[in-house]
Nanobody, 124 residues
Framework: QVQLVESGGGLVQAGGSLRLSCAAS????????MGWYRQAPGKQRELVAR???????NYADSVKGRFTISRDSAKNTAYLQMNSLKPEDTAVYYC??????????????????WGQGTQVTVSS
């Protein structure tokens, strides 16, 4: 079993910053990718940022230049540094990870895991 535990959400004024963390634990062989998605009320869940093995990152256009995703492989933890926050960033943020679990079997694809979500609210 694998668990993703998020932390760092909260209430912040527009222009402020928050840092989200997502720690993966359990029967992990290797983590292929980690990312953050968000879902605002009445809207579909959307990709915010993602980082894959080797450190390659991609971002939603709406957060480029403001958000930075990083990963500490030794701790199986991903971070999302969010700066210059805007009211439209308000959403529940979910951590996602593609993980090869133990025991590792050749040919078995990576499994997709989600965190419980953390609320980010940006006031104007």
């Amino acid at each position: 079993q694998v668990q993703l535990v998020e932390s760092g959400g909260g209430l912040v004024q527009a222009g402020g910053s928050l840092r989200l963390s997502c720690a993966a634990s359990g029967s992990i062989f290797s983590i292929i990718a980690m990312g953050w998605y968000r879902q605002a009320p009445g809207k579909q869940r959307e990709l915010v940022a993602r980082i894959i093995s080797g450190g390659i990152t991609n971002y939603a256009d709406s957060v480029k230049g403001r958000f930075t995703i990083s990963r500490d492989s030794a701790k199986n933890t991903a971070y999302l540094q969010m700066n210059s926050l805007k009211p439209e960033d308000t959403a529940v943020y979910y951590c996602n990870a593609a993980i090869f679990t133990l025991p590792r079997r050749a040919g078995t694809p990576a499994s997709d895991y989600w965190g419980q979500g953390t609320q980010v609210t940006v006031s104007s």
